[in-house]
């Protein structure tokens, strides 16, 4: 069976082979659960007990399922680009080096991806095992768990949003749920509305939470973190330099852990909204009047500006690591 002279093909048997003609890319649409798996061949081969109409369109050969029995298809890893359409099911992409492009209602699932991916999902949970090149993702309310991933631009209505390793930059956007990045090698910027943020390690950070609290560990860079009701928790990298930072919490407290090489100016404020503000230094060259605070540390250096209301700002020296 050749692509030049097929226009419509149904077949009713699992375990049908497809040659690839002319086709670089290729998109299955269906119900209940598509899985599409690439590997060292050059031609398709696929498993469905329902009918399945496959038609090529240009450079794409496009698949169609019939009914909500599903379909697993494996395909040369090499494709240039990989597309999945799934109102009502689960879809998963694993083992491709070429572009992909997942719509669909179920769980999603990633992994071992050589190029970019753009996901899609009305709310189910999203799973990414790894991905070399970068994500673009937007649930409607549902998890997204991330090993790893080049870099990453993630939106979710309410679910939570969990990144292991990111290499380039992160954007992280949710609605209520918490964000966490556990190892950037870049730039993150993230923010919502009514959970925490925790980031283990980045260069470059600004971050905004609307009711929950910022913990920032291994940050340098610039920094900015802010939100509305919460504790914020920083301390900053022992190697990489920090740039300048600015801290705010309009109910809550902040704590700094600072190395104790570290080269900066610091200027704090605290404001009595209502409740018992302070400022407690562990720094003789940071002294504290009344509500504020500013000295230098170690000759000076980039300006740390902290602000917080009806709370307190702790100024601490790091534990020194072994």
Partial sequence: MTIAALVAVSALLSGEVVALGRAT?????GQGKIRIVGGERTDLAYD?????????????????????AGIELRCPKGLAAVAIENPAGEAEAVD??????????????????????????????VR????????RCFSGGGPIRIDSVGAAQIESRGGEIIIGDARGPVTAHSLGGNIQVERAES??????????IQIGSARGVNCKA????IRLKNVSGLVQAETGSGTI??????????????LRTSSGDIVVLLP???????????????????????????????LTAAGSLNGGGPLMRLDVTDGTIFLRRAVPRP
């Fill in 25 to 29: 890319r290729v998109m299955v649409t």
């Fill in 48 to 68: 469905s007990p329902s009918a399945v109409v496959i038609r090529p369109e240009g450079d794409w050969l496009k698949i169609y399922v019939k009914s909500e």
């Fill in 96 to 125: 491709l080096t070429g572009e992909v492009f997942i719509r669909a209602a179920g769980r999603i699932l990633l992994d071992r991806l050589g190029g970019s991916a753009m996901v899609r999902s009305p709310g189910g949970e």
């Fill in 128 to 135: 990414v095992g790894r991905i070399a090149g970068a994500l």
């Fill in 187 to 196: 730039t993150v910027e993230a923010s919502t509305t009514g959970g925490s």
């Fill in 210 to 213: 609307g009711a929950g609290g």
């Fill in 233 to 246: 928790l920083m301390e900053p990298s022992r190697i990489s330099p920090l740039g300048e930072t600015f």
């Fill in 260 to 290: 104790s090489k570290l080269a900066l100016v610091v200027k704090a404020e605290a404001h009595e909204g209502g409740r018992t503000a302070r400022i407690v230094s562990g720094f003789p060259e940071i002294p504290v009047w009344g």
